[in-house]
């Protein structure tokens, strides 16, 4: 096992060294440099009885009663409904919102609307006294142009 440039394998060989006795560990160099060194850390076979403590079977269950059962039926119903309240309550206040929404679109539209027919009558009004007083003015010139042939 090569520990060099891997500080992982360093703490793993830490929790072996700890379990392991002196006696089953071998250790090799392999190669010494200046810029560091590599070992071969060899363990021995682990003792038939320093196997670990796992239960051969699972453990075995709790007996559950038919109230506790029900009981926990009854609490996934209880947040079933929760939850669909919590989905109907975010429905109705996205709609509502969007109610909201076109309402003030349709506001800030008549408004528009207003304002464009407003200035649109405030032109009209304009270009017909524009039309009046050029009219009045050609009849004027008119008139002159007449008299002078009388």
Same mark, same amino acid.
């Given at each position: 096992? #090569?520990?060099?440039?891997?500080?992982?394998?360093? *703490?793993?060989?830490? #929790?072996?060294?700890?379990?392991?006795?002196?006696?089953?560990?071998?250790?090799?160099?392999?190669?010494?440099?200046?810029?560091?060194?590599?070992?071969?850390?060899? !363990?021995?076979?682990?003792?038939? #009885?320093?196997?670990?403590? *796992?239960?051969?079977?699972?453990?075995?269950?709790?007996?559950?009663?038919?109230?506790?059962?029900?009981?926990?039926?009854?609490?996934? @119903?209880?947040?079933?409904?929760? /939850?669909?309240?919590?989905? !109907?309550? /975010?429905?109705? @206040?996205?709609? @509502?919102?969007?109610?909201?929404?076109?309402?003030?679109?349709?506001?800030?539209?008549?408004? *528009?609307? %207003?304002?464009?027919?407003? %200035? !649109?009558?405030?032109?009209?009004?304009?270009?017909?006294?524009?039309?009046?007083?050029?009219?009045?003015?050609?009849?004027?010139?008119?008139?002159? %142009?007449?008299? @002078? *042939?009388?």
């Amino acid at each position: 096992m #090569d520990t060099t440039g891997c500080w992982l394998w360093y *703490f793993d060989l830490q #929790d072996s060294l700890k379990m392991a006795s002196a006696e089953d560990i071998q250790v090799k160099e392999l190669d010494k440099r200046a810029s560091g060194q590599a070992f071969e850390v060899i !363990l021995g076979a682990p003792a038939p #009885d320093s196997k670990g403590e *796992f239960p051969l079977s699972p453990p075995k269950k709790k007996d559950v009663s038919l109230e506790e059962i029900q009981r926990k039926l009854d609490a996934a @119903e209880e947040r079933r409904k929760n /939850h669909e309240a919590e989905v !109907l309550k /975010h429905l109705a @206040e996205k709609r @509502e919102h969007e109610k909201e929404v076109l309402q003030k679109a349709m506001e800030e539209n008549n408004n *528009f609307s %207003k304002m464009a027919e407003e %200035k !649109l009558q405030l032109k009209m009004e304009a270009n017909k006294e524009n039309r009046t007083a050029l009219m009045a003015a050609m009849n004027e010139k008119f008139k002159e %142009k007449v008299c @002078e *042939f009388c």
